[in-house]
């Protein structure tokens, strides 16, 4: 009976896999604040990891004790994005650099961020970083429009303009499509030749010696169906951003103040968590993630119970927490 469980665990888990059930989405929040970096929370920072690719989102000051207390590797992150130039968001990332530079790396780093921060970096690269023995390769992008500033075969981000006092721009990151299932047993039953496997797999039928159609769906099992992200930090309500978001498994969306704090939030162009809450809601997202909180709320809890009375699958974002998009 052991032996039977193990092996029975064993086919469960080779199927989990063949499923694509296992491959990792997960977000790590290192830092959710606003402003500046206080003892409760750091400035906004967090890590993106697809199918084990990590991925960096803003990059505020403290970001590197972060990414040590959530035990996220530094080598294997190779791409950054930053939202905007203020220094709640950018001001680690010249000492990610450096810290790169030290730790003995070699790979090329990408720096994806509004064409404005160029002067600013090449210049601070140049006086800190002139000998450091990798690239940093800039990718510029125009914060007011929607473009894909990232593709590969599993997944594609594309900027969110959003609305704020300088230009700035939200992220979607969203998987791409894989091939269905192969179903060995009915590919066997129909004596289908393996030089027809991938074929059928990205949608065609299989046609026997005979001419009889074995259409593609008995042949194969659908997909998981590609999964979606969207991080959208400091912005005012902006419905314009909807269609964009349409859907997405998770949304994290900025938190700065409460309801009562409503004119606050207009005069600084940033979110009530009434106005994220509304956002989630109109654009029938899977779940809402609060972040960016005011230093003036001890207990963010004023801000959770304010948006799940619209919205009810909201979470707070806090540091080290991960969350798995599913």
């Known amino acids: 009976m052991h032996i039977m469980g193990i092996m029975l665990a064993a086919y469960c888990i080779s199927a989990y896999i063949c499923a694509g059930i ?25 890590v993106v990891n697809v199918r084990d690719k990590l991925f960096m989102v803003d990059c505020g000051e403290g970001t590197q ?7 996220v590797a530094f080598a294997r992150i190779n791409h950054i994005f930053i939202s905007h130039l203020h220094g709640d968001h950018c001001f680690g990332l ?32 140049e006086f800190y970083c002139s000998d450091i023995d990798f690239k940093v390769e800039f990718r510029g992008f125009d914060a ?10 599993s997944l ?46 990205n949608g065609g039928d299989f046609i ?55 004119r606050n939030a207009a005069k600084h162009f940033h979110s009530t968590s ?9 654009a029938e997202v899977g779940k809402l993630i609060l972040g960016h909180f005011s230093a003036r709320y001890n207990d963010e809890n004023v801000l959770l119970n304010e948006a799940r009375e619209i919205f009810p699958n909201t979470v707070l974002a806090k540091e080290n927490l991960e969350i798995e998009i599913d």
């Not at 402003?35 to 400035?43: M, R, S, V």
């Not at 007011?144 to 075969?153: G, L, M």
């Not at 008995?218 to 005012?236: F, G, V």
Request: aromatic share 8%; hydrophobic share 35%.
């Open 65 to 71: 004790i972060q990414l040590r207390r959530s035990h």
């Open 156 to 201: 594609t981000v594309t900027t969110i303009p959003l609305k704020h006092r300088v230009p700035c721009a939200g992220f979607l990151f969203k998987e791409e499509k894989t091939p269905d299932h192969l179903d060995r047993q009915s590919a066997d039953f129909y004596d289908v030749p393996s030089c027809e496997y991938d074929r059928i797999r």
């Open 208 to 262: 026997q010696p005979d001419g009889t159609v074995i259409p593609h769906e008995r042949l194969t099992r659908p997909a998981p169906l590609p999964r979606s992200y969207a991080y959208c930090c400091d912005t005012a309500l902006n419905p314009e951003m909807i269609p964009q978001i349409m859907g997405v498994n998770a949304l994290y969306h900025d938190c700065t103040y409460s309801v009562e704090e409503a």
């Open 144 to 153: 007011t429009k929607a473009e894909v500033i990232f593709i590969d075969h």
């Open 94 to 125: 010249l000492g990610m650099i450096s810290s790169f530079a030290l730790l003995g790396r070699t790979a090329p780093l990408f720096v994806h961020a509004p064409w404005e921060m160029w002067n600013i970096l090449s210049a601070e690269l």
């Open 274 to 282: 009434a106005d994220a809450a509304s956002i989630a809601k109109k």
């Open 22 to 46: 296992m491959e990792k989405f997960n977000i790590t929040i290192l830092g959710c604040g606003s402003a500046t970096p206080g003892p409760k929370h750091f400035t906004s920072s967090q």
